[in-house]
């Protein structure tokens, strides 16, 4: 069947109509060759709006209807080979990873604590005394544990020692602190926004986080091996279809060319993802 339809596509190609079609046909596929370039013309100008975008960009903060505060800035997109041009910092972070990053953020954060007054503790099995029987040094602990959510905590303890003298001069002396912990747990991601933006946000629960600077960047995750694996390209398709092209009776075991049309199953022996 294969080396029959060969053989009449052959014979028709040698006729003056068959070159006229097959000429038009050459045409068609330079055509669609050029709105494909055309297509990647499109897709170059969404990465300059949104790459010029992120750069005028600044840091934005609203409030969730459930009263959590939202950082968000607008992203970059773009090859791993032009973030130096974009962001030399944020290309200093990735330069000397092991691993193929895929996206990249970093965000400077800000915390302001609330004025806390503290009661200490006095330590009266470390109380010395003057010759006289006057208190010599006084010990005192102190201590903060606050948990405000969920990973967010701030424990933070010392102790410090008052001394007094026979004349009953006083001093503070050795003040330190022994345990200085805090856990801050937060969330980022990216999102798109209603203007066609890709934006990254963070936020937490922490009281008075604040994100000062967001810089980040999305890689072309097609680049990516593993991503393919996880979200392999769809090959089978089902569809209508027209157009000018080659046909095949099977009734009258004949071929020709000629308009086209119909519903159908296709399959997708290539696929291009754009132009750089």
Not at 110 to 122: M, Q
Not at 223 to 248: D, M, N
């Amino acid at each position: 069947m294969i080396m029959w339809l060969l053989h009449q596509i052959s014979e028709y190609l040698k006729t003056p109509k068959g070159q006229r079609n097959a000429l038009f046909i050459a045409l068609v596929v330079v055509l669609v060759f050029m709105f494909r370039s055309c297509g990647g013309d499109s897709l170059d100008k969404l990465k300059y709006e949104q790459n010029i975008s992120s750069l005028r960009d600044s840091v934005r903060t609203y409030q969730t209807k459930n009263g959590e505060l939202v950082s968000e800035k607008m992203a970059l997109i773009l090859e791993k080979s032009e973030l130096e041009g974009y962001n030399s910092e944020l290309n200093e972070e990735i330069k000397y990873l092991k691993d193929n990053p895929i996206v990249v953020t970093k965000v400077v954060t800000k915390i302001v604590h609330d004025t806390i007054y503290i009661k200490p503790k006095l330590d009266s099995t470390g109380i010395t005394y003057n010759s006289d029987s006057t208190i010599k040094y006084t010990p005192f602990k102190w201590d903060i544990d606050s948990l405000y959510s969920e990973g967010n905590y701030r424990r933070i303890g010392g102790e410090y020692i008052i001394s007094v003298d026979t004349s009953l001069n006083t001093d503070t002396k050795d003040f330190v602190i022994l345990n200085d912990e805090i856990g801050l747990s937060f969330t980022t991601g990216l999102t798109e926004n209603d203007e066609g933006k890709v934006e990254i946000f963070i936020t937490s629960k922490y009281p008075n986080f604040k994100a000062v600077k967001i810089d980040g960047a999305l890689f072309d995750p097609r680049e990516s091996k593993v991503i393919k694996k996880f979200f392999p390209p769809k090959r089978w398709g089902v569809g209508v279809y027209g157009g000018y092209g080659v046909y095949v009776d099977p009734g009258k075991f004949t071929a020709g060319t000629g308009l086209t049309f119909g519903v159908g199953i296709s399959y997708n022996l290539f696929q291009w993802k754009g132009r750089k």
